[in-house]
């Protein structure tokens, strides 16, 4: 089976720090480029961290500097380090990944885990 799990999310309060795990199945050989997206209560989806096959990340302006996403090549894990949260970082954050199977590539996008960060 083809797929990402999240894991890691949780309740939090304003100020501390969680990291977010994307780990992917057996099945992935790779995990090329891959990105966060968070979608709160009746807004969109958005994009707020992205790494490249080669290792360039980018943010969005609402998380620079505090948030960093990284990989583990060798455990196929893509992370999401958070500090400094606060209560607008609350929402379901997503991982998304352009993964390389044994014959060809895919997109696949995670089940999500929910942040909460509380004032």
């Known amino acids: 089976q083809v797929q990402l799990v999240e894991s890691g999310g949780g309740l939090v309060q304003a100020g501390g720090s969680l990291r977010l795990s994307c780990a992917a199945s057996e099945s992935i050989k790779s995990i090329r480029a891959a990105g966060w997206y968070r979608q709160a209560p009746r807004k969109q989806r958005e994009l707020v961290a992205f790494?490249?096959?080669?290792?360039?990340?980018s943010y969005a302006d609402s998380v620079k500097g505090r948030f960093t996403i990284s990989r583990d090549n060798a455990k196929n894990t893509v992370y999401l380090q958070m500090n400094s949260l606060k209560p607008e970082d609350t929402a379901v954050y997503y991982c998304?990944?352009?993964?390389?199977?044994?014959?060809?590539?895919?997109?696949?996008w995670g089940q999500g885990t929910q942040v909460t960060v509380s004032s």
């Open positions: 790494i490249t096959t080669a290792d360039n990340t």
């Open positions: 998304n990944a352009v993964v390389r199977l044994l014959f060809r590539t895919m997109n696949v």
